[in-house]
């Protein structure tokens, strides 16, 4: 037997340049190099290049939201004064009453402004005066028509004044403008220390101030500057109902690095509304304060830079392995199979010895043995092995937990370390905003309270049919009720709106307030009750009594107005961005309503509120804050009674909000998310390589090794079909070449074999 010459070895690498580029064992490898490569660079500028912010975002924020929160609550003042003010006059379209009958109405159900008056709007002469003198010297009130004019505000010897217009008809003198005064305040707002919040209208002109005030010219700078903003930026006709044009900003720093911040916003709505009060006033609200001390460092200032590091050496690593035990042997494996094709027989095959390139290896060099004795018998097929090999797929897996490894400890960066700093603003922020939550409830119930008084009077004289018109008319006018119902003496429903009510019967009635109807249930019943019959109001009393006056105690001689409060209404009161989760308590700390999905009369969910809840239910602090690192991850948490004046002051209700460390916009915060960032881009590099390796390499090989072993055990009727035309395609086709040739030298064989038994027998001589 001739021996074939050794081909040379550029001819081996030429054969190699047969293989696909866009298919087979190379581009993933390559591709993963390339994108671990490159989550290395992102690791190093995103993680590595963070810089501390002397200013934290979280500060800022703190800020904005409280400049938002003040600007939602003077809208809704706006809007409800002129509500209540229309409404007032409106019932008295049917049946006209002399001007001071009312305004001694509208004192009686309304305690809110400091002075109201009725004239002629085309003389101007007065008809009826309440309360402090409402300067009306310049205004042209012979413009005013049927349809009441947007608020104005004016200016007097007592300071800028609020006036609210409506339309009423009086009984000598027809259709007469009802004006009512009142200074814009700023609501009952917590303020933390150096905290100062400004209302000002659009020449700047500050109207009401509440904290600290403006100590030097970089903070009025900055309040000139956040004006500029609001009145630079023009209402947008399609942005979200309720949006609010806000922001913040940050000055210089003094000599000693002091920088001090701002937030603001526009008490009008973002979106262009002609009805809104608001809008014609162009009011701006703007919070300033000074960052807390030195900014806080990173934990880690090294780690971005020490991961891409890392990084670099896993993806230089991982293509070595890759090459090295998954392409070079598969390689290997493709020109021994292709050598056999060309028929070059005389050497034995040299493969891999481990994996599925081995077994196809081994198979191989028994199709070789084959081919040079065809007489030779098939091998007998390999037992079946206990457990399935892993093969192709161990080095994958290896490599996976290799990136697992690089990404484990930077996924565990959550921001929910106990040792994140969160500065001192952050927290006061946080108690001051559950305060001010705290207060729109409390003055959403009590107006509602004092819608029912205003409405309670009419209904007094109103017949059943009358009655029951009434009452949905308002339940269509105000969205915070979910049903209106009188009650007889008895406790009976005489007339109603809305929903079937929740209790009737004697037990139904009571003292006028707001009350919680039920103690267990579905969903917490929560409703303001009033007589009828609404004892008339001390004409001698101040005209600037807070419209959370208290509630009657005395039970009432009559009849009753009950309206039940929609839950979800209460719900959206505290749903405030950036204040986390937030619930409403009664006094046995069971939860009433929240922002989001709770348990009817449960426990509070974050059981370690209770701390501060304990400061502030039993009356020693009017509101806490605190962070909790211990129990669970880091969380602010705060707490505020109702408190405050009127109909609410006695149930002993409470806010309690929970907002998570990791959520606040801290550099530390950032640093961490950006860590879990470039660890799960890492993760997903990996799962997309390898599995693409998996499947394009792994699972054909896997079959592919079957069906070579098969064929050297005798099977030639199996034709072998390449799936990709990649190298384990083109070992397929070698073997199928390869099978080929052992049938046709079967046929050969046998019909040699037939040929001899049919020879005639040689003659004898």
Not at 44 to 52: D, I, P
Not at 447 to 471: I, K
Request: aromatic share 4%.
């Amino acid at each position: 037997m001739s021996t074939a010459p050794t081909p040379p070895r550029q001819h081996r690498y030429r054969r190699r340049a047969d293989m696909p580029l866009l298919g087979g064992i190379r581009p993933p490898i390559a591709l993963l190099l390339v994108l671990l490569l490159a989550v290395s660079a992102i690791t190093a500028l995103t993680v590595g290049g963070l810089r501390v912010d002397d200013t934290p975002q979280a500060v800022r924020e703190s800020h904005q939201y409280a400049a938002e929160d003040t600007a939602l609550s003077l809208r809704a003042g706006l809007r409800e004064n002129t509500a209540d003010l229309l409404r007032s006059a409106a019932r008295y379209d049917r049946a006209p009453a002399e001007p001071a009958e009312v305004l001694t109405a509208l004192g009686r159900a309304y305690r809110k402004w400091r002075g109201t008056v009725i004239v002629r709007p085309d003389t101007g002469r007065l008809l009826a005066a309440r309360g402090e003198t409402v300067p009306l010297a310049g205004l042209d009130l012979g413009r005013v028509t049927d349809t009441a004019p947007a608020p104005l505000l004016v200016p007097s010897a007592a300071g800028t004044r609020l006036l609210t217009f409506a339309m009423v008809s009086t009984v000598h003198d027809g259709r007469a403008l009802l004006v009512a005064s009142d200074n814009l305040r700023l609501p009952e707002l917590a303020t933390r220390d150096g905290q100062t919040i400004q209302v000002l209208d659009t020449a700047g002109t500050v109207l009401d101030t509440t904290g600290a005030g403006l100590p030097d010219e970089d903070a009025r700078q900055l309040v000139t500057t956040a004006l500029d903003r609001v009145t630079a930026r023009p209402a947008a006709p399609a942005a979200t109902p309720g949006a609010v044009v806000s922001g913040s900003l940050a000055g210089g720093a003094d000599p000693r690095g002091v920088r001090r911040v701002a937030g603001y916003a526009a008490v009008a709505g973002a979106a262009a509304d002609p009805h809104d009060p608001a809008t014609a006033l162009g009011l701006t609200v703007v919070s300033t304060g000074t960052v807390d001390g030195r900014a806080a460092g990173l934990r880690h200032p090294a780690l971005g830079l020490a991961a891409a590091g890392a990084l670099v050496a896993v993806a230089l690593l991982l293509a070595w392995f890759l090459r090295r035990t998954l392409q070079r042997p598969l390689l290997r494996l493709f020109l021994e199979a292709r050598r056999l094709t060309r028929g070059e027989l005389d050497r034995p095959v040299r493969g891999p010895r481990r994996g599925e390139a081995g077994r196809i290896g081994r198979a191989l060099e028994e199709l070789r043995r084959q081919l040079l004795d065809p007489a030779r018998p098939p091998a007998a097929p390999a037992p079946a092995p206990r457990r399935r090999r892993p093969g192709a797929a161990l080095p994958l897996g290896l490599a996976a937990a290799v990136v697992l490894g690089w990404s484990g400890p930077l996924l565990l960066l959550g921001g929910n370390d106990g040792e994140v700093r969160v500065p001192t603003q952050v927290v006061a922020g946080q108690r001051d905003r559950t305060d001010n939550a705290a207060d729109r409830l409390r003055q959403a119930l009590n107006e509602g309270y004092a819608d029912l008084r205003a409405l309670a009077p009419e209904l007094a004289t109103a017949s059943v049919g009358d009655a029951r018109t009434l009452l949905r008319t308002a339940l269509a006018r105000h969205e915070r009720y979910r049903a209106l119902y009188v009650l007889g003496p008895g406790g009976e429903v005489l007339a109603r709106a809305g929903e079937e009510p929740h209790r009737t019967g004697p037990g139904a009635l009571g003292p006028g307030g707001v009350l919680l109807l039920n103690t267990s249930g579905r969903e917490p019943r929560i409703a303001a009750r009033t007589p009828l019959a609404v004892p008339a109001a001390d004409d001698a009393a101040p005209a600037d009594v807070p419209v959370d006056a208290p509630a009657d105690d005395a039970p009432p001689a009559g009849p009753v107005l009950v309206g039940e409060f929609r839950t979800d209404f209460l719900g959206s009161l505290l749903d405030r961005p950036g204040l986390g989760r937030v619930w409403l308590l009664d006094d046995r700390h069971r939860v009433l309503a929240a922002n989001g999905a709770y348990a009817s009369f449960g426990e509070l969910p974050e059981g370690r509120a209770r701390g501060v809840l304990s400061t502030v239910s039993g009356g020693g602090a009017k509101h806490a804050a605190e962070v909790v690192r211990t129990g669970g991850d880091p969380v602010l948490l705060a707490a505020a009674p109702l408190g405050g004046r009127g109909a609410v002051a006695r149930l002993g209700w409470s806010v309690v909000t929970a907002h998570p460390v990791s959520w606040l916009h801290l550099d530390q915060n950032r640093a961490d998310r950006r860590a879990v960032l470039a660890g799960m881009l890492g993760l997903a590099a990996a799962a997309l390589c390898l599995g693409w390796l998996y499947v394009a390499v792994g699972l054909p090989l896997r079959r592919l090794t079957a069906s070579a072993e098969a064929l050297a055990a005798g099977d030639r009727r199996t034709v072998l079909h390449p799936v990709h035309h990649d190298e384990v395609g083109a070992v397929a086709r070698s073997l199928e070449l390869i099978r080929q040739d052992l049938e046709r030298a079967e046929r050969e064989r046998a019909d040699r074999e037939r040929a001899g038994h049919r020879a005639p027998a040689a003659p004898a001589f």
